[in-house]
């Protein structure tokens, strides 16, 4: 797929605190009645990474993005965003460094009842200090990434489910935030269009150096982030010279009985030892 | 058991008397809320006309059928006992306080618990399953404010309105039948009903619709971001919603009479 070209755009950097992490995980434990779905968890996500989150259904892994969010709160541990402790932030508090954030739900959550531009324009219309002008600039900049400028007057149940999709993406990405969380982006698409999303993904990496947590079934969508970059002059996805795979920000990290049993690279993954790793990427 | 039996969870007393103390903790916690983002910006006048549309001018033809033919019906069946008496002509007298202290606030409030509450309910209810309410919290967005709010404010100012149509037609209604039906002369039904109401019985009449909208939107709106489990739960969550807000305003109609009648003495 290629994508038009678009004004880069350097996102505003909060404070970074705690060694340069966008997002820090630390002794997290969280358990919903019996059942433990993160057992003192640990890791971080540095500052332009990409990070794809795996792990078998109801191992906790969209937990975590809900967590970072702060739409849930662990049992104990701390999480730290952009610096900040977001287990002891009110609401109130959250609501403002949730604006640093985007996310693009697994069924993408869009509002069924408001266009595609208000979709879209919903943050920067809430914001209440942009212009109409400049919101509807921004909206369209945001759709063109996407590749879906022409259904800015649609419904999302007009659109199908990539579509609507990438609009989530579109959403996610209008403010330029900091963070992206992406729950399951290509789960339940065609191969075609989880490419698209893929390169998508790999383009606000590469272009916008925005750190994303991803948390994903696909591990084929994660090895093609891991050897593709983003070639801003021919303005599409392309595959790495062979050996400098790790020069993209890219890592792993694996989710087992509530446990972290992997977090490094691409490199590091090829070469572990562990049985169900090697099982699971097999 | 057999195959197939579907097997039933039973809970502890005290689990249902613990889920049943948090439902209404959760219940407290938004009503305060929904009062509190009144004096916090921004205020959403807007989403606020928006609701007020919809649950003002969409439930008028409902109020203004339901609220002529309970004043016509309370007209014609108190007709026969009044004139046993050889009382007919307190007829006006009854309609209008029937109508203004109690049946106008109380079937207004109904009619619009049925058609809002539960709107309410399966609006929200929706946009919760499917993650749209998670979503607008992840946009920086307070849902309470953004949604809870607007709705609130709507029913509380539209039901006071709704609730003087409901009277008025009530009265027109009372009218009909004793003009069209009993004979009775309307000039003297009309100045009957204006002389017979006091400022007690105005004072009563007004208050039930602020408290009847407020228990409407709060109760709608609860079941609808409390709602659970896919399409379902949705249902579930827009019954329980009229249920609840219908039995409530009949239960806050008897205290509130009966605290007025401390406050204010019988008429």
């Not at chain 1, 967590?67 to 609501?95: C, H, W």
């Not at chain 1, 007009?158 to 996610?172: H, K, N, P, Q, T």
């Not at chain 1, 993954?269 to 169900?276: I, N």
């Amino acid at each position: 797929m290629s994508a038009p070209t678009l004004p880069l755009q350097t996102p505003a950097i909060a404070v970074k605190e705690r060694g340069r992490e966008a997002i820090r995980f630390e002794n997290v434990t969280l358990a919903f009645d019996d059942k433990v779905v993160l057992d003192n968890i640990s890791f971080g996500l540095p500052h332009g990474e990409t990070k794809a989150v795996f792990g078998v259904a109801g191992s906790g892994k969209s937990t975590i993005l809900k967590l970072a969010l702060g739409l849930m709160k662990p049992d104990s541990g701390r999480i730290y965003v952009l610096g900040q402790d977001v287990t002891q932030m009110s609401e109130n508090e959250l609501f403002d460094l949730r604006r640093q954030i985007g996310m693009v739900f697994q069924e993408s959550a869009l509002f069924d009842s408001r266009t595609v531009r208000e979709n879209v324009a919903f943050r920067l219309m809430e914001e209440g200090t942009v212009s109409d002008d400049e919101i509807e600039r921004r909206v369209r900049e945001a759709l063109s990434f996407v590749e879906l400028e022409r259904t800015v007057d649609m419904f999302p149940s007009e659109l199908s489910g990539g579509m609507r999709r990438r609009v989530a993406i579109a959403r996610a990405i209008v403010t330029q935030p900091e963070i992206l969380l992406y729950d399951s982006p290509t789960g339940g698409l065609d191969p075609v269009t989880s490419t698209t999303i893929v390169e998508l993904i790999v383009k606000q990496r590469d272009v916008y150096k925005t750190s994303s947590l991803m948390v994903t079934h696909r591990l084929q969508d994660a090895f093609i982030m891991a050897t593709h970059y983003f070639d801003r002059t021919a303005n599409k996805m392309l595959a790495l010279p062979k050996g400098v795979h790790c020069e993209v920000p890219m890592a792993f990290l694996i989710l087992r009985d509530g446990k972290v049993i992997f977090d490094g690279d691409l490199d590091e993954l090829a070469r572990t030892r562990d049985e169900y790793i090697r099982e699971y990427i097999a | 058991m057999a195959a197939g039996d579907i097997q039933i969870p039973l809970r502890s007393p005290a689990e249902f008397a613990k889920e049943k103390v948090k439902a209404l903790q959760d219940y407290a916690l938004l009503v305060g809320q929904s009062l509190a983002n009144l004096f916090r910006r921004p205020l959403y006048v807007t989403d606020m006309i928006q609701q007020a549309d919809l649950i003002g001018v969409g439930s008028l033809p409902i109020v203004i059928l339901t609220g002529g033919f309970t004043g016509a019906v309370l007209a014609l069946n108190s007709a026969s006992t009044l004139s046993r008496f050889g009382s007919l002509t307190l007829i006006a007298q009854l309609v209008s306080v029937g109508m203004v202290t109690e049946l106008g606030p109380v079937i207004t409030g109904l009619m619009v618990a049925g058609r809002n509450s539960s709107g309410m309910a399966s609006e929200l209810g929706s946009m919760t399953v499917t993650e749209q309410i998670d979503a607008m919290r992840a946009l920086g967005t307070d849902p309470t404010k953004k949604l809870v709010t607007p709705r609130v404010v709507a029913t509380v100012v539209m039901l006071f309105f709704l609730t003087i149509i409901s009277d008025l037609l009530g009265l027109v209604g009372g009218n009909m039948v004793s003009s069209l039906l009993l004979g009775l002369d309307s000039r003297q039904y009309w100045t009957s009903a204006w002389q017979s109401l006091v400022w007690r019985d105005v004072t009563t009449g007004l208050i039930k619709p602020v408290l009847f909208g407020f228990v409407i939107s709060t109760v709608g709106c609860y079941f609808g971001m409390s709602t659970r489990g896919g399409t379902q739960g949705v249902g579930r969550s827009t019954t329980q919603a009229v249920v609840v807000a219908s039995v409530l305003i009949l239960v806050v109609d008897f205290f509130v009479t009966k605290l007025l009648i401390a406050l204010l003495g019988y008429r």
